[in-house]
């Protein structure tokens, strides 16, 4: 597979969205899904194949840990060369950042158990969710975290409003940023105002830099340089 500008990651070539979904069979596993996008040589991977191998590096950091800072466990994570530019293994990074960085500054969590269910419920939001859902799956992935670190259900009364104000917050933060998507600066804006609403609400104060620096530019052919508040070149 090819880690490039947000590329293919058969080929290498820029993806291509179709207005309507179609039938596509997967290069990887060979199983066939609905999607809305393919490479333009007509290379699909599957949600499941894209993130299976980042998720586990994914488990693997947080749970060897010590750190405070979600966006310095976002950086490391994304350093690896299992997790690409786009794509849904950033709907798990955010929130397991988060829980991880939570426990790790004080707040009561069985970690192992907890990353188990981030990496449960953000493997169910699918790729490309930020504009054909319009609810980008970094901010839905914070929630996410507190919904696991709160215990929050669809019956619960303040865990409930924690959870969906916590992805209500993230989202508005990184709608207000602009498109075209890109996963890096949507996960950094989300675990940024989601480690600030659980310092205010939870009461646990995580660490955070003061200048979010990304690096991943020359990986995306969408980058908005110097319109991003995290461009370094």
Sequence with gaps: ??????????????LVYFDEARELTCSCCGKTFSSNASCEDGHYICDRCHAAQGVQAVMGCCLQSD???????LRDMMEHPLIHMHGPEHHIMVGAALITAYRNSGGEVDLPAAL?????????????????????GAAVS???????????????????????????RCLHAIAELGGPRCCKRNAFTAAKVAAQYIGEALHVTMELPETIRCDYSVENRQCRKHACPYYAQ
């Design 67 to 73: 750190s405070r800072d979600p966006i310095a466990m």
């Design 1 to 14: 597979m090819i880690r490039g500008e947000g590329a293919c990651l058969v080929c290498g070539k820029p």
């Design 142 to 168: 914070a929630g996410m975290a507190v919904s696991v670190i709160t215990g929050a259900t669809p019956l619960a009364a303040l865990p409930w409003r924690q959870a969906n104000e916590t992805t209500s």
């Design 116 to 136: 188990e269910k981030m990496r449960q419920r953000g493997s169910q939001y699918p790729g490309g969710a930020c504009g054909l859902w319009g609810c980008c």
